[in-house]
Nanobody
């Protein structure tokens, strides 16, 4: 069992940056491919970025490619999402989960709001 807690969200102006963190409890974090997902108001939750167990390979949604960087530190049981050049359309609640996601692992998420 893994519990995931997201942090690092906030209010930022367009063009700014934020770094999200996902802290995992338990000893199995390194066994999972992990991902970041987001849900904007009135929209379905969508995939943002993913990383394999070692962190050696990553994938991104086209909408964030070149602006966001996913990384993980298995020794610290933590995953990160560096978000640069933020746009108002990036406004959403951001969640971390395994990739593909498991229903039991959805947490509260962290709100990211980008003002124009």
């Amino acid at each position: 069992q893994v519990q995931l807690v997201e942090s690092g969200g906030g209010l930022v102006q367009a063009g700014g940056s934020l770094r999200l963190s996902c802290a995992a409890s338990g000893r199995n974090f390194s066994r999972f491919s992990m991902g970041w997902f987001r849900q904007a108001p009135g929209k379905e939750r969508e995939f943002v970025a993913g990383t394999v167990r070692s962190g050696g390979m990553t994938s991104y949604a086209d909408s964030v490619k070149g602006r966001f960087t996913i990384s993980r530190d298995n020794a610290k049981n933590t995953m990160y999402l560096q978000m640069n050049s933020l746009k108002p359309e990036d406004t959403a609640v951001y969640y971390c989960n395994t990739d593909p996601p498991m229903r039991a692992y959805w947490g509260q998420g962290t709100q990211v709001t980008v003002s124009s």
